[in-house]
C-alpha cells in the first residue's frame, strides 16, 4: 500500500532500445543491396564497354594497319618534307580550307608512320586532323581524326566516348561518375559483407572459390562472393582511377592535387620581352646571340621541326614516341615532349625559343612528385597502355569479372522472391539496422555519409534518393500489412 508520503506513483519510463549486435552488418547489406540493384545498369554499361575499349589500342592496330604502318626503309626524309607532303594532300582534297599545322608526332620505331596533325573547322575539343606519312618515301598513307593526348583513332574514340559519356555529351558523363562513384562503395560493402560472412562460416573456402556442388540461389551466392573478393582490389583501382574523368567528384580531386602541389607539371611556354622564358635557375634560357631582343614569330616553318626536334634529343628527350608542337601564339616558344605511356614512363618535356633556338624551360618525369606519378601511372593502366597486351587482357578479365558480378546480383534477387505469383523479384533486406547501432555508431555513419556524398556529389544525391525511396517503400508496407491484418478472419473482434 503506498503511503501519502510516498506520494503519487510515478510514471514509467519506456525502455530505451538494447544495442543489437550485428548492426553494422545489417546496415552493409541494405547499402550493398540497394545500390547494387538501383546503380547496376550503369554499372554493367560501363564494365562492359570498358571491357571491349580495354582491348581497342590492340585492335586499332588491326583496323588502321595501312595508316600506322609503313615498309621498313634504310633511311628516312627530313620532317620538313613529311610535313609538306601532308600539306599538300589536304591542299588536294578539296576539304583542307582552313587546316592550320598544329603538332608533329615523327614515327617512333622502324615501320610506324609520321602523324602530321592540323586543327581545322568542325574538330570537336580535343580533336586534330592527322596525316600519316611514311618517313621513308614521304607517301600520305592516310588520313583520320585522332583524339587527345593517345591520338586514339575513330574506332577507339568511339567506343571510349560510349565507356565515357554514352555519347551524350556532357549530360551523358553522369552515366560513368554515378557508376565509377557507387562502384567503390558497392565494393567496400561486400568486402565487408564477405569478412562477417567468413569468421562465421565453417567452409570458408567456398567463399574463396565457386561451390559448383551448390545448386539454385547457394550456386549464385558462391559465384558471386568468390569472384567480389578475388576481382575487389582491381575493382577499387577502377573506381579511384575512374573518379579521375568524372565532372564533380574529378574536380574535387583536381582541387585537393593543386592544394598538396601534386599535380602534373608542364613546361612554361611563355617568353619575356628578351625573348627568353620566365623561368629562372637551371630552367632559364637565354637572349639572342647578338644581345639584342627577340621576338618570335610563332610561325610554324616545316623545317624547324627537325631542329627542335634535334635540340630537345640533347637535353632530355630520348624516345621515339614525341609530340612537336609549335607556338600556338606569338611570346610562345615550341614544346617537344614524350607521349609515352607504356613501362618505363617517358614524359619529359622540353620548351625552346623558335627565334633563338635556346632552351627556356624543361620538366623531367624523374623529378615528379610520387602523387604526380602514382597518377600517371594509374590512368595509364585504367587505359590499358602501361604493359600492352598484358594490360589490355587483365583489365579485359577485371571488367567482365564486375559485369558477371552485376548479373549475378540480379540473378539471387530474383531468386529470393517470395512463392506467390505476384512477386517477380526478391525482397530487400530487414529494416531497421540503425536502430540497433550505438550513438557513436549512428554518428560515425552521419558523418560517413556526409564526408562521402560531399567529395563525390554522385553518391551524396543517390544517397538521399535512396533514403527516401526506402522510407517511402517501409511506409507503404507496414500500411498494406495493418490492412492485412485489419481484415484477417484471425485478428480479434473489436469491443462494442
Do not use: C
Not at 79 to 87: M, T
Not at 88 to 98: K, Y
Not at 249 to 266: I, M
Not at 341 to 364: C, F, H, K, L, N
Request: hydrophobic residues 45%; proline residues 6%; charged residues 15%.
Amino acid at each position: 500500500m503506498t503511503s501519502i508520503v510516498d506520494g503519487p506513483p510515478r510514471p514509467v519510463a519506456a525502455p530505451r532500445p538494447r544495442t543489437r549486435a550485428g548492426w553494422f552488418g545489417q546496415l552493409l547489406l541494405r547499402l550493398h543491396f540497394y545500390a547494387g540493384v538501383l546503380v547496376g545498369p550503369f554499372i554493367l554499361i560501363a564494365a562492359l564497354s570498358g571491357a571491349l575499349y580495354a582491348l581497342s589500342p590492340t585492335i586499332e592496330q588491326a583496323v588502321y594497319a595501312r595508316e600506322l604502318r609503313a615498309p621498313v626503309t634504310a633511311t628516312t626524309v627530313p620532317l620538313a618534307a613529311q610535313i609538306e607532303a601532308a600539306e599538300a594532300h589536304l591542299a588536294a582534297s578539296g576539304d583542307g580550307d582552313g587546316a592550320v599545322l598544329s603538332a608533329v608526332r615523327p614515327a617512333p620505331e622502324p615501320g610506324d608512320t609520321t602523324r602530321v596533325m592540323f586543327t581545322q573547322e568542325g574538330l570537336g575539343a580535343s580533336e586534330s586532323r592527322a596525316v600519316f606519312v611514311d618517313p621513308g618515301t614521304a607517301e600520305v598513307r592516310g588520313d583520320q581524326i585522332v583524339y587527345g593526348t593517345s591520338g586514339s583513332l575513330p574506332l577507339r574514340t568511339w567506343i571510349s566516348n560510349t565507356h565515357r559519356s554514352l555519347h551524350l555529351g556532357d549530360a551523358g558523363r553522369l552515366y560513368s561518375e554515378l557508376a565509377a562513384s557507387w562502384l567503390g562503395v558497392v565494393v567496400l560493402a561486400g568486402v565487408g559483407l564477405w569478412v562477417i560472412r567468413a569468421l562465421r562460416s565453417r567452409s570458408r573456402r567456398d567463399m574463396l572459390r565457386p561451390n559448383t556442388r551448390a545448386k539454385g540461389y547457394r550456386r549464385l551466392f558462391s559465384w558471386h562472393t568468390s569472384i567480389g573478393i578475388w576481382i575487389a582490389v582491381g575493382a577499387l583501382f577502377l573506381a579511384a582511377t575512374g573518379i579521375t574523368w568524372s565532372t564533380y567528384g574529378g574536380a574535387n580531386v583536381s582541387q585537393v592535387r593543386t592544394a598538396l602541389d601534386w599535380g602534373t607539371p608542364s613546361v612554361n611556354t611563355a617568353l619575356d620581352a628578351d625573348g627568353e622564358g620566365s623561368h629562372a635557375g637551371d630552367h632559364a634560357g637565354h637572349a639572342g646571340h647578338d644581345g639584342t631582343a627577340a621576338t618570335p614569330t610563332g610561325e610554324a616553318n616545316p623545317a624547324t621541326f627537325d631542329a627542335v626536334l634535334a635540340i630537345a634529343q640533347r637535353v632530355n628527350v630520348d624516345t621515339g614516341l614525341v609530340q612537336i608542337t609549335p607556338p600556338s601564339e606569338p611570346g610562345t616558344a615550341w614544346t617537344v615532349r614524350e607521349i609515352q605511356r607504356g613501362y618505363p614512363t617517358q614524359v619529359d618535356s622540353v620548351a625552346i625559343d623558335g627565334t633563338t633556338m635556346e632552351v627556356v624551360d624543361r620538366v623531367d618525369f624523374a623529378d615528379y612528385s610520387l602523387a604526380a606519378k602514382l597518377a600517371t601511372w594509374g590512368i595509364a593502366i585504367h587505359m590499358g597502355t602501361m604493359f600492352g597486351l598484358a594490360n589490355q587482357i587483365v583489365m579485359f578479365a577485371l571488367a567482365l569479372g564486375i559485369a558477371a558480378l552485376v548479373v549475378l546480383g540480379y540473378a539471387m534477387w530474383w531468386k529470393r522472391r517470395p512463392t506467390r505469383r505476384d512477386a517477380l523479384v526478391g525482397v530487400p533486406p530487414a529494416r531497421g539496422a540503425l536502430r540497433g547501432a550505438p550513438w557513436w555508431g549512428i554518428a560515425a555513419v552521419g558523418l560517413a555519409a556526409l564526408a562521402i556524398g560531399l567529395w563525390l556529389p554522385a553518391i551524396g544525391v543517390t544517397l538521399a534518393v535512396f533514403v527516401v525511396l526506402d522510407a517511402v517503400i517501409g511506409v507503404l508496407r507496414a500500411r498494406r500489412e495493418r490492412r492485412a491484418g485489419a481484415t484477417s478472419p484471425d485478428a480479434p473482434a473489436s469491443r462494442p
